[in-house]
Nanobody, 120 residues
Framework: QVRLVESGGGLVQAGGSLTLSCAASPSIASINAMGWYRQAPGKQRDLVATITRGGNTNYADSVKGRFTISRDNAKNTGYLQMNSLKPEDTAVYYC??????????????WGQGTQVTVSS
């Protein structure tokens, strides 16, 4: 079964930093375009940032200048570096990607999510 696995969430004070990771499982699966999303309690899931396999990026206005999305294609892993965190960044963060495994595409696969809590 192909899936995405997020890690790196946790509790941090406002102004702090966290780095989230998203890896494909099994590890030989390759990730194409991917994105990070977040969902706060009682709210819809919103796009945070996206990155193509070639490295082109796009960000939500609310995180521009604070968050950086990146990837390591050799490791089939994506990252979200989050700096200057604010309490309003508190949410469950999910990665979403098109994954190729043994010549089969798994479009729009979701990870299980990782909780990020920013205290004021």
């Amino acid at each position: 079964q192909v899936r995405l696995v997020e890690s790196g969430g946790g509790l941090v004070q406002a102004g702090g930093s966290l780095t989230l990771s998203c890896a494909a499982s099994p590890s030989i699966a390759s990730i194409n375009a991917m994105g990070w999303y977040r969902q706060a309690p009682g709210k819809q899931r919103d796009l945070v940032a996206t990155i193509t396999r070639g490295g082109n990026t796009n960000y939500a206005d609310s995180v521009k200048g604070r968050f950086t999305i990146s990837r390591d294609n050799a490791k089939n892993t994506g990252y979200l570096q989050m700096n200057s965190l604010k309490p309003e960044d508190t949410a469950v963060y999910y990665c979403n990607a098109d994954v190729n495994y043994r010549s089969t595409w798994y479009r729009g696969s979701w990870g299980q999510g990782t909780q990020v809590t920013v205290s004021s």
